[in-house]
């Protein structure tokens, strides 16, 4: 899903420009891993980080409504099990919301790339080629550097959610004091998980406000 409030002419419209090569700051700074990154890069960063901060928080709801439902059962658990088969729902969207975003980000970084080597190409200063090289490499280096953080996340995202469908689909059909007593090993690893969960969101949260100049 695209950045809410920006609908797809807009992003045609961005990724036209680039193709054109109209609004390539190639010439703006010289090497800095800090320098702002293109406007373009910057507006996808800005919507995938808005889904992080998203996802952050639905994390907390899921984990939260598992919690009250293994802690403090009720006698009847259906409402209880509802509400944490919500929140996860809920999570679920916000993975598939964030997995689209990622991918247009990915295409309008790409696109940038193609667009900064072929600029390079038609530069004939040899200074100028010089800072432009320099400033497309440290945006590169800004950019691999969330991907990692991106990918660090992934490693203990992946297990985390698992048992989270696991404990969904196994009190489907064992909604009582037994099934709870029966899962609560896999619930207590989502408990023991969130934590990390949490701190690899942040840091990949407060990887992009560095990139995106929010700090």
Same mark, same amino acid.
């Given at each position: 899903m695209m950045k809410r409030g920006m609908n797809v002419p807009i992003w045609r419209s961005i990724l036209a420009s680039i193709a054109l090569g109209i609004v390539l700051p190639v010439l703006s700074v010289g090497c800095s891993t800090t320098a702002? /990154?293109?406007?373009?890069?910057a507006v996808g960063l800005d919507g995938l980080r808005n889904e992080a901060v998203s996802l952050r928080g639905q994390v907390e709801k899921t984990v939260g409504a598992l919690k009250e439902m293994m802690t403090k059962p009720q006698a009847d658990l259906s409402p209880q099990y509802q509400s944490f088969t919500h929140e996860l729902g809920i999570l679920e969207a916000k993975v &598939?919301?964030? %997995?689209? *975003? %990622?991918?247009a980000t990915e295409t309008v970084v790409k696109d940038q790339f193609m667009a900064w080597d072929e600029n390079l190409k038609q530069l004939q200063n040899e200074?100028? %080629?010089q800072r432009a090289a320099e400033r497309r490499s440290a945006t590169e280096?800004? =950019?691999? !550097?969330? *991907? *990692?953080?991106?990918a660090e /996340?992934?490693?203990?995202?992946t297990p985390f959610v698992t048992d989270l469908? @696991?404990? %969904?689909? =196994? /009190?489907?059909? @064992? /909604?009582?004091? &037994? !099934?709870l007593h029966t899962i609560e090993p896999t619930a207590e690893r989502v408990f023991d998980q969130q934590g990390n969960v949490i701190k690899q969101l942040d840091d990949v949260i407060e990887a992009m406000d560095v990139a995106i100049k929010r700090t």
């Open positions: 702002s /990154l293109p406007p373009h890069i &598939e919301e964030a %997995r689209q *975003q %990622r991918a200074e100028s %080629r280096s800004t =950019y691999s !550097g969330i *991907q *990692q953080k991106i /996340l992934k490693k203990v995202w469908k @696991d404990t %969904r689909q =196994y /009190l489907k059909s @064992d /909604l009582s004091k &037994e !099934g």
